[in-house]
């Protein structure tokens, strides 16, 4: 496809509250919003969340290879995803979002977009802290329509967490926890073993590697989900051969884009997560999680971890997707139907 311009903007969002997690603490989300203008004088927007407290790339870096891209005056998805390139997984994920947005809205133009998918069933993203404080914000986002729950666990008293989010909110709640891979197996043994009563969903990443996850596998009361060691379907691939989860959760930054994550899913089963995305990225994993709810995929039931708009103090759209009653909603307009809010933009411009 044809590009007149490119523009790649950083920019950070404050969240409402510190973002605790194993892997370490957030007070603000770090991004990279990118524009492509067709000749047409279109425009695509896609978004880059570097994941640097795993181990990822920074933000400098995803931001000169998005501008290295503008040398071109064309791109389209086989180009961005030849390894020669040698782009970063957020960088990809921007571009390729970009692209399909950018398609979706020319489609508009020439009335044949389609409707919206339908609504995106979410769990509420609970930040580790007290039992008493986590169970309390639980309460919060279920008297919001939210039924699924996901504790972070791997710091601070984990079992108290589960706890008390279990007493407070009843038998009916669904509750899964994430580890970030903080555990060993022994450890990781030993805590599952505790939360057995509390007839938890499923765990994610309790172990760092595919290796510790299949030895944990074998004798796991509660089923184990993937996230961090998946990064590719030849990760999914070697996950189900060596019987290392059940499940995989799948971030767009982390995968590359919404291809890599559908190819994923077709070997192992799937739900979306945040890496605490901006908008754009939001809107790109919510039409990603209603194409894996389809009847062409057998319609799965889990919920996906996209409600993280809420942990945000502001926003830089002016549209995008609306959570309500345990449910996002993808935005109605063209493409990703996200537009931004120019003064937000500059006033959370980096």
């Known amino acids: 496809m044809r ?34 203008r067709s000749e047409e004088g279109i425009v695509g927007l896609g978004e880059a969340v570097p994941l640097s407290l795993r181990g990822g790339v920074g933000l400098e870096r995803v931001v000169a290879e998005l501008e290295a891209l503008g040398r071109s005056d064309s791109l389209d998805e086989e180009r961005l995803q030849d390894e020669t390139l040698a782009l970063s997984r957020p960088a990809r994920c921007a571009a390729l979002t970009a692209l399909l947005d950018l398609r979706g809205r020319r489609a508009a133009d020439r009335d044949d977009s389609g409707s919206p998918a339908g609504p995106v069933l979410c769990n509420a993203t609970l930040s580790a802290g007290d039992p008493v404080a986590v169970a309390a914000e639980a309460e919060r986002w279920a008297d919001d329509g939210f039924e699924s729950f996901k504790l972070k666990l791997g710091v601070g008293d984990d079992v108290g967490q589960v706890r008390a989010v279990r007493q407070t909110l009843g038998a009916a709640a669904r509750i899964r926890v994430d580890a970030n891979g903080a555990w060993d197996v ?10 057995e009563a509390f007839d938890v969903e499923l765990v994610e990443q309790p172990v760092a590697s595919l290796e510790e996850l299949a030895t944990l596998a074998e004798s796991s009361p509660i089923p184990i ?16 051969a060596m019987g290392a989860c059940a499940l995989t959760g799948v971030k767009l ?6 291809e890599e994550a559908i190819e ?3 070997l192992i089963p799937t739900y979306l997560t945040s890496a605490l995305d901006g908008p754009v990225g939001i809107a790109a994993a919510a039409q990603v999680a209603a194409t894996l709810a389809g009847p062409e995929s057998g319609g799965s039931s889990l919920a996906h971890g996209l409600a993280t708009q809420r942990l945000f103090a502001d926003s830089v759209a002016a549209v995008e997707c609306e959570l309500r009653d345990g449910y996002l909603h993808i935005a109605r307009g063209p493409g990703l139907g996200v537009e931004i809010d120019e003064d937000a933009l500059e006033a959370h411009r980096l």
């Not at 370490?24 to 770090?30: A, T, V």
């Not at 996230?227 to 999914?236: G, H, L, M």
């Not at 930054?253 to 919404?258: A, L, R, T």
């Open 3 to 36: 590009i007149s311009s490119l523009e790649v903007i950083p920019y950070a969002l404050p969240l409402r509250e510190p973002y605790v997690t194993a892997a370490g603490r957030l007070r603000s989300r770090e991004m990279a919003l990118l524009r492509l």
């Open 186 to 195: 022994e450890t990781a043994r030993e805590r599952l073993a505790e939360l």
């Open 225 to 240: 989900a993937a996230d961090e060691s998946i990064e590719n379907r030849s990760d999914a691939a070697r996950a189900v």
């Open 253 to 258: 930054s982390k995968v590359g884009g919404p």
């Open 264 to 266: 994923i899913a077709e």
